[in-house]
């Protein structure tokens, strides 16, 4: 669509190539995709990366990408079939452990405070959130009332490299896939105080046992050391298998 981003109430996709008008419907000479790159090229920024790890999932399982534009206020991120996903991503780098461009230091910053700034750069724990939520009635422009975990299954990504000059977001095997069935997470809320409102966040070594419970799962599984996760070129079949559990 060139003329408008809407067809009968439906949101349509933009190709990259439609002009930037200006009032008198005159090109302006940028284009959509302009855009785009300078928004959306920082993929290690934790927003950013979560939307993209759910772009990778789905081009992992097939899910066609050209019906509609994602939607930030769905109870959950994709479609596949029947099953309904969540995904969440982490990262080893993070955005803010960037070495500072000169340009961007406070004039009056000490070679004390830069050293300390330089020592907190490390390498990120890998937490993913799975707080249950509210799903979002749009028509009735209002939340429900009880909170839930609305997916079927969860797939978490972990961006895995160390140092920033290792980071190649492009490449699919940067990424480790671990993917969990929904009621295996229900379960860890039974651990929890009774006025708690469940789990909250969940780390690689709960991930990894509760995987250990999904029966054949173990033949999908990469491995690094000891350690089993999934890679993008198998993350189909896995999660074909994690349905097979529900």
Request: aromatic share 10%; with cysteine.
């Amino acid at each position: 669509m060139t003329e408008s981003t809407a067809k009968n109430g439906v949101v349509c996709l933009y190709n990259g190539d439609e002009d930037l008008r200006d009032g008198t419907g005159k090109e302006t000479g940028y284009k959509i995709k302009d855009f785009w790159a300078w928004s959306s090229s920082d993929l290690v920024n934790n927003t950013l990366r979560g939307v993209y790890a759910e772009f990778i999932v789905a081009t992992a399982l097939g899910i066609d990408l050209s019906k509609k534009p994602r939607q930030d206020w769905d109870a959950y991120d994709l479609d596949y079939g029947v099953c309904k996903i969540e995904v969440k991503a982490s990262g080893r780098v993070q955005a803010w452990h960037r070495e500072p461009d000169i340009s961007d230091l406070p004039i009056d910053i000490t070679n004390e405070e830069l050293e300390s700034f330089r020592k907190r750069i490390k390498k990120s724990k890998a937490q993913f959130t799975i707080r249950k939520t509210r799903k979002f009635d749009r028509i009735r422009d209002r939340f429900e009332e009880d909170a839930k975990r609305h997916a079927d299954i969860y797939v978490f990504c972990l961006h895995k490299p160390e140092k920033e000059e290792e980071v190649e977001m492009l490449r699919s095997d940067q990424w480790e896939f671990y993917i969990i069935p929904t009621r295996l997470l229900n379960e860890l809320d039974k651990k929890c105080d009774e006025n708690s409102k469940g789990q909250q966040t969940i780390g690689l070594p709960q991930l990894k046992r509760l995987m250990g419970k999904v029966p054949g799962f173990e033949e999908f599984c990469n491995k690094d050391g000891a350690v089993g996760y999934v890679g993008y070129d198998k993350l189909k079949d896995a999660v074909d298998c994690v349905l097979k559990f529900l």
